[in-house]
């Protein structure tokens, strides 16, 4: 079988193992490059040199590596399962050293910023009111932006007289159930129907194009609304970091954060403990501590 033949059936087994739209549009691709790549080259023949040969026309940022090379031991992996390959020469590939990015959350003027600059953004009012109502819903919600432009109409509902947001996320599966400020409701009350529709099923896409697409459009207009701010290092996932310091600088405990993100104690841990106050304060305490020995150990 040649790799693009494996590479749909691959494909076919992540759609029945309902995993992402927007996941297997990236597996997708990798297969796709691959296969440009190696040509006909037969799928037993490809080595660990081939691979990171491939790897070496790829210029890309260290954490896309990371990823790739993922998707990479995963493909060759299902073909060494189905006994296409008797080796998975991607095994032995190497993951590049990731640096830690620092999660730095947005202060209020740079929201107000970014919020003004999705008015202007645009001379077409429906780009304005699809970003402003994206902006908006990421910012009070902390949802992913493939959370965002999937967004239902009837996940959005009135629950004992107040409108609530209830999903499932699509990377983790996990439930969200939020009150909806009037802002957000306000916002999404403007938006007039996507491009292409006669339904009105979703907010941001029609249901019958591609999931990639729409985001690939709602993306090229966001990072034009982050340039136009003003605002250094402004991207879409910084919401989420901005709502899990706010809820935690507000008293809320890691599983409260994790609950209204839709992730685990375990993530928000590693990634926003910072923000909590007892941490800091407990850590000024003993920084406080070793100061005073020290100044306690130069004076005997």
């Given at each position: ?38 040509g ?35 493909f ?27 999660k ?7 929201i107000?910023c ?99 697409s ?54 928000v ?17 003993l ?14």
């Open positions: 079988m040649t790799l693009d033949q494996v590479a749909k059936i691959w494909i076919g087994v992540l759609a029945g193992n309902y995993v992402a739209d927007s996941t297997k549009l990236k597996y997708s691709h990798i297969t796709r490059l691959l296969s440009d790549h190696f006909g080259k037969p799928l037993e023949k490809i080595t660990t040199a081939d691979l990171q040969g491939f790897r070496a026309t790829r210029k890309i940022k260290a954490s896309t590596a990371h990823g790739e090379i993922q998707i990479l031991k995963t060759f992996g299902f073909c060494e399962d189905q006994g296409l390959i008797t080796a998975n020469p991607a095994r032995k590939l190497k993951m590049p050293r990731l640096r830690q990015v620092e730095t959350p947005y202060t209020q003027e740079e107000i970014i919020l003004a600059a999705s008015d202007r953004v645009s001379d077409s009012t429906y780009a304005r009111l699809r970003s402003k109502a994206a902006l908006l819903l990421m910012r009070h919600h902390g949802l992913r932006i493939s959370d965002t432009i999937g967004l239902r109409r009837d996940a959005i509902s009135q629950v004992g007289g107040q409108w609530r947001l209830r999903l499932r996320t699509k990377k983790t599966g996990a439930a969200i159930d939020h009150l909806v400020p009037d802002v957000v409701l306000e916002a999404l009350g403007l938006l007039p129907p996507p491009y292409g529709t006669g339904t009105y099923e979703y907010y941001f896409c029609n249901g019958a194009g591609s999931p990639g729409t985001l690939t459009n709602m993306q090229s207009i966001l990072r034009k609304v982050y340039r136009l701010s003003g605002v250094k290092g402004a991207y879409s996932h910084r919401f989420r970091c901005t709502r899990a310091s706010e809820i935690l600088l507000a008293g809320g405990s890691l599983h409260d954060c994790a609950l209204a993100l839709g992730i685990s104690d375990r993530v841990e590693r990634h926003y403990s910072r923000f909590m106050p007892e941490q800091r304060d407990r850590l000024d305490r920084m406080e501590k070793a100061t005073n020995r020290e100044y306690q150990e130069a004076t005997i």
